[in-house]
């Protein structure tokens, strides 16, 4: 069956340090991978999505970027963290069908001081 | 109108009550939805799927109406750990599908 792994699970992190999340998947090929962003009482935010490697979808301008250099590894980073960038953070993986669910890992809460 | 939309609730019902949700979507060409849970503090899960005009999974009943672009989903016999934000999701095809459109939930509360 497949897995996702999301790490870490909480974090906490000065305004201006780096940030690196990583997600793997295990158990399928060729995923979809997929990085959100949940604020605090707030919905799901898209914040990128790869159909493969090396090949990364933007959806909102900002100082995250994202990478993926392996077909299961997806991860997410930023060279100097913002206040707004706190809350939680949401990996996730789709088989490639058309009509087919995310599903998510654990999530990592970040918090920034 | 939004692509997707739900009203936020709370609802707040007994044990052992029967509780619909609604949800309105706005592309007419879609095929498939999902209903997911979130749990607070937590990450959704995948709660149902829907691809024809509905899906039952014991106590839940997922319905779906194309003709007035709404999902709904029915919860009887409401239990204590049913209280969770539920999510109404829709295919994104700007993405060429591989993207969701997620609502921004109905939260639940069933108290004893």
Redesign the interface.
């Known amino acids: 069956s497949q897995t996702i792994h999301q790490w870490p699970a909480t974090l906490v992190q000065p305004v201006g340090s780096p940030l690196s999340l990583e997600c793997t998947v295990e158990g399928t090929s060729n995923p979809n991978l997929y990085w959100y962003r949940q604020a605090a009482g707030r919905g799901l935010q898209l914040l990128f999505y790869s159909v493969g490697i090396g090949q990364i979808s933007s959806e909102v301008p900002q100082n995250l970027s994202a990478s993926r250099p392996q077909d299961r590894q997806f991860i997410l980073s930023s060279k100097k963290l913002l206040l707004s960038d706190s809350g939680f953070y949401l990996c996730a993986w789709k088989g490639t069908g058309a009509y087919q669910p995310q599903h998510f890992g654990d999530g990592t809460r970040l918090s920034i001081l | 109108r939004k692509e997707v939309e739900q009203d936020p609730g709370p609802f707040n019902v007994p044990e052992g009550a029967t509780v619909a949700f609604n949800c309105t979507y706005s592309n007419s060409a879609s095929?498939?939805f999902?209903w997911?849970r979130q749990d607070c503090?937590?990450?959704?899960?995948?709660l149902m799927?829907v691809?024809s005009s509905g899906n039952e999974d014991g106590r839940f009943t997922a319905q779906l109406n194309r003709a007035s672009q709404y999902i709904s989903l029915l919860i009887r016999d409401s239990k204590l750990s049913d209280s969770a934000t539920y999510?109404c999701?829709v295919?994104d095809f700007s993405?060429g599908?591989?993207?969701?459109i997620?609502?921004?939930?109905t939260r639940l509360a069933v108290h004893p």
């Not at chain 2, 503090?41 to 995948?46: I, Q, T, V």
């Not at chain 2, 997620?102 to 939930?105: E, K």
């Open positions: 095929q498939s999902f997911y503090r937590k990450e959704p899960k995948l799927s691809y999510l999701v295919p993405g599908y591989n993207k969701l997620f609502g921004a939930g």
